[in-house]
T-cell receptor, first 111, second 115 residues
């Protein structure tokens, strides 16, 4: 069936470097994408979203890029900090209420 | 962002008993709430979609008689795990949305351990 998945299960970066987390989605009908951050033992926390009529959106230290041609989504974190260490999920909506999650990438930030 | 409160955060129950988990939207009206299940080091798996005043819609493979969902008001949905068994031990997370195609706000999750 349709799914959202991630290229890299684990990413390790040096503090201060930029991080890039990738996500591939297969449902071409998806029109809304979200990145969530989940810390251990907690629920997911919204980071940033993007709609399918855009290809880039920036937040505070984060940027989401959407490439609909290859069905690819990425999350860029600038100047990664130890507090950014967590599991990051991309998620998609397909014209409705349901939010379907990808597999997740664990980000380790080395001090 | 909006606040979703989930209770309890942890629960341990005996095999064969039932457990109720509550999910409340504290500062907005949630027309739709969702229940997810998450195993260690895995992603969130959608179990069901709960609409206020109507029956929940369950995802394929999720037993509706085992995971009872009630969405009695615009601010409260409950998930009851009936006749719990050790394999039901998991992290259960709810989320809520006010409108379609916006981000969902998540509760802090409930760690269920069935012994």
């Amino acid at each position: 069936g349709e799914s959202v998945g991630l290229h890299l299960p684990t990413l390790s970066v040096q503090e201060g470097d930029n991080s890039i987390i990738n996500c591939a989605y297969s449902n071409s009908a998806s029109d809304y994408f979200i990145w969530y951050k989940q810390e251990s033992g907690k629920g997911p926390q919204f980071i940033i979203d993007i709609r399918s009529n855009m290809d880039k959106r920036q937040g505070q230290r984060v940027t989401v890029l959407l490439n609909k041609t290859v069905k690819h989504l990425s999350l860029q974190i600038a100047a990664t900090q130890p507090g950014d260490s967590a599991v990051y999920f991309c998620a998609e909506n397909t014209g409705g209420f349901k939010t379907i999650f990808g597999a997740g990438t664990r980000l380790f930030v080395k001090a | 962002g909006a606040v979703v409160s989930q209770h309890p955060s942890r629960v341990i129950c005996k095999s064969g008993t039932s457990v109720k988990i509550e999910c409340r939207s504290l500062d907005f009206q949630a027309t739709t709430m969702f229940w997810y299940r998450q195993f260690p080091k895995k992603s969130l798996m959608l179990m069901a979609t709960s609409n206020e005043g109507s029956k929940a819609t369950y995802e394929q493979g999720v037993e509706k008689d085992k995971f009872l969902i009630n969405h009695a008001s615009l601010t409260l949905s409950t998930l009851t795990v009936t006749s719990a068994h050790p394999e039901d031990s998991s992290f259960y997370i709810c989320s809520a949305k006010g409108t379609e195609n916006t981000e969902a706000f998540f509760g802090q999750g409930t760690r269920l351990t069935v012994v």
